[in-house]
Nanobody, 124 residues
Framework: QVQLVESGGGLVQAGGSLRLSCAVS????????MGWFRQAPGKEREFVGA????????YYADSVKGRSTISRDNAKNTVYLQMNSLKPEDTAVYYC?????????????????WGQGTQVTVSS
């Protein structure tokens, strides 16, 4: 059974930075496509970014492009989301997700394993 545990969320002032981590159990982590999503109160869950199994390909939502970087360390079974120049509108619960079939997607329904989420709050 694949388990995902996010960490690194917190309260930060606008303009600040945070790095979220997602530790993944599973012997075939290196074959998973990993995604990050977020959900603000009263809003639908939205795609933030994704990274291919090798880490060689990344894709970002327009809302975070240029301010965020996704990376992964397959030796540590961990994926990261570095967020810079944070804005109050980035406030949300951030989730990491795994597509264990290795399919690259921006759609939440394509991801079959999810973490519990970590809260990011950006104050103005």
């Amino acid at each position: 059974q694949v388990q995902l545990v996010e960490s690194g969320g917190g309260l930060v002032q606008a303009g600040g930075s945070l790095r979220l981590s997602c530790a993944v159990s599973g012997r075939t982590f290196s074959s998973y496509v990993m995604g990050w999503f977020r959900q603000a109160p009263g809003k639908e869950r939205e795609f933030v970014g994704a990274i291919s199994w090798s880490g060689g390909r990344t894709y970002y939502a327009d809302s975070v492009k240029g301010r965020s970087t996704i990376s992964r360390d397959n030796a540590k079974n961990t994926v990261y989301l570095q967020m810079n120049s944070l804005k109050p509108e980035d406030t949300a619960v951030y989730y990491c997700a795994a597509n264990t079939l290795g399919a690259y997607s921006t759609y939440a329904v394509s991801y079959d394993c999810w973490g519990q989420g970590t809260q990011v709050t950006v104050s103005s």
